[in-house]
């Protein structure tokens, strides 16, 4: 079964600064989606980003990119410019490519903004 | 906008109880999943459904039901609820097409005492 794996619990960054956060993933498939969800303190989990495996160019959406290494399996996630709104749960997803129902989620990582 | 509705954002249940969490959505997506939330675990899927009437089991479908008689609205039932059921419930759907992501509703808090 796919898994995925963030490493770090819990991250801080200083407002206007950059901050990455980890993401690796298990599977055995070659084409597969990858995501970013973003749930705030008060708690809809929204789309941040997603990437597909079959893809080169990493995805962007604004002030978030990521970097997406298909042969290492890490699909991290880059925030730049952090503002005070960015403070979150971010979680990384995978989905196989035929079947969206299986979609599997990583433990999270709490995203802390300092002014 | 998608939007996905729980019904309750905090419940609080006694042991025993049979407890029934309802999500509705609006943009008639044919699939629709119950996760339940945990820290350090990430979200889990208990129950999801690609069609009115029919469902399959996630990874953690014990001590839990689900019923869909409508294709906007999604059930999820404990029939006899436990303390270890304490948790927060997310309801989400999608659309059915190749990586199309999920849309959450904002979640219920449930207690069991």
């Known amino acids: 079964a796919q898994t995925v794996t963030q490493s770090q619990p819990e991250m801080s960054v200083q407002e206007a600064e950059t901050v990455t956060l980890s993401c690796t993933y298990d599977?055995?498939?070659?084409?597969?989606?990858l995501f970013w969800y973003k749930q705030p303190p008060s708690r809809q989990m929204i789309l941040v980003i997603r990437?597909?495996?079959?893809?080169?160019q990493n995805a962007t959406e604004n002030r978030f990119s990521v970097n997406f290494q298909k042969a290492a399996k890490s699909f991290s996630l880059k925030i730049s410019d952090s503002q005070l709104g960015d403070a979150a749960m971010y979680f990384c997803?995978?989905?196989?490519?035929?079947?969206?129902?299986?979609?599997?989620f990583g433990a999270g990582t709490r995203l802390t903004v300092k002014p | 906008d998608v939007k996905v509705t729980q019904s309750s954002r905090y419940l609080v249940k006694r042991t025993g109880e049979k407890v029934f969490l309802e999500c509705v959505q609006d943009?008639?997506?044919?699939?629709m999943f119950w996760y339940r939330q945990d820290p350090g675990l990430g979200l889990r899927l208990i129950y999801f459904?690609?069609?009115?009437?029919?469902?399959e089991k996630g990874d953690i479908p014990e001590g839990y039901s689900v019923s869909r008689e409508k294709k906007e609205r999604f059930s999820l039932i404990l029939e006899s609820a436990s303390t270890n059921q304490t948790s927060m419930y997310l309801c989400?759907?999608?659309?059915?097409?190749?990586?199309?992501?999920?849309?959450f509703g904002n979640g219920t808090r449930l207690t069991v005492t």
């Open positions: 989400a759907s999608s659309p059915y097409h190749q990586g199309a992501p999920l849309h």
């Open positions: 599977t055995s498939e070659s084409d597969y989606y």
């Open positions: 990437q597909e495996a079959y893809k080169q």
């Open positions: 997803a995978y989905s196989p490519k035929y079947n969206n129902n299986d979609m599997r």
């Open positions: 943009m008639d997506h044919e699939n």
């Open positions: 459904s690609y069609d009115v009437k029919m469902k």
